[in-house]
């Protein structure tokens, strides 16, 4: 059970507690007011409810205008979520002016930990931003570059 000063975690609620903490500091941090974010993403590979748990940590930041879903990308999900959310924000005529990015993860609940190959690769853990879209030319995200290489698969196991 993960042991954090101040804060009581139930194994069960473990992944979902630490996105609405994360996205609650990130958005106490920008300075705005739940009902000014219109998008909210949740980068994940170990979602509490297999259906998606961006709708719910909305719901518990008290999101009621954003639209919100999960992005399954494995450890690239913050920075597909990120890059997802600036286009939100960029697309010109779009009303999409404020996004919140949150990546989480509890994966100890499925790892192995007599094989200590593994079990000191992965965790449980969160992060989050606030993004706004700005009229200033310069702002913003102005580019990246991603790339995929699939033929590393065969050394990717956990057996």
């Known amino acids: 059970k993960l042991q954090v000063p101040g804060i009581q975690f139930a194994?069960?609620?473990l992944y979902k507690t630490l996105s609405i903490q994360a996205a609650s500091n990130a958005l106490e941090?920008?300075?705005l007011d739940p009902e000014d974010i219109d998008l909210v993403i949740v980068a994940t590979s170990s979602p509490d409810d297999m259906?998606?748990?961006g709708p719910s940590v909305a719901s518990?930041?008290?999101c009621k205008n954003a639209f919100a879903y999960d992005l399954t990308a494995a450890c690239s999900g913050f920075l597909f979520g990120s890059v997802t959310a600036g286009q939100f924000l960029h697309n010109s005529g779009n009303t999409i002016k404020n996004a919140i990015v949150?990546?989480?993860d509890a994966l100890s609940r499925w790892v192995d930990w007599d094989d200590r190959n593994v079990c000191i690769l992965f965790g449980d853990g969160a992060g989050a931003m606030v993004l706004q879209a700005c009229d200033e030319e310069d702002n913003g995200i102005l580019g990246g570059a991603s790339h995929s290489n699939g033929e590393g698969y065969?050394?990717?196991?956990?057996a």
Do not use: R, T
Request: with cysteine; net charge negative.
């Open 60 to 62: 518990a930041l008290g």
């Open 29 to 31: 941090m920008s300075g």
């Open 102 to 104: 949150v990546g989480a």
């Open 11 to 13: 194994a069960e609620e």
């Open 154 to 158: 065969v050394n990717l196991n956990c």
């Open 51 to 53: 259906f998606g748990d």
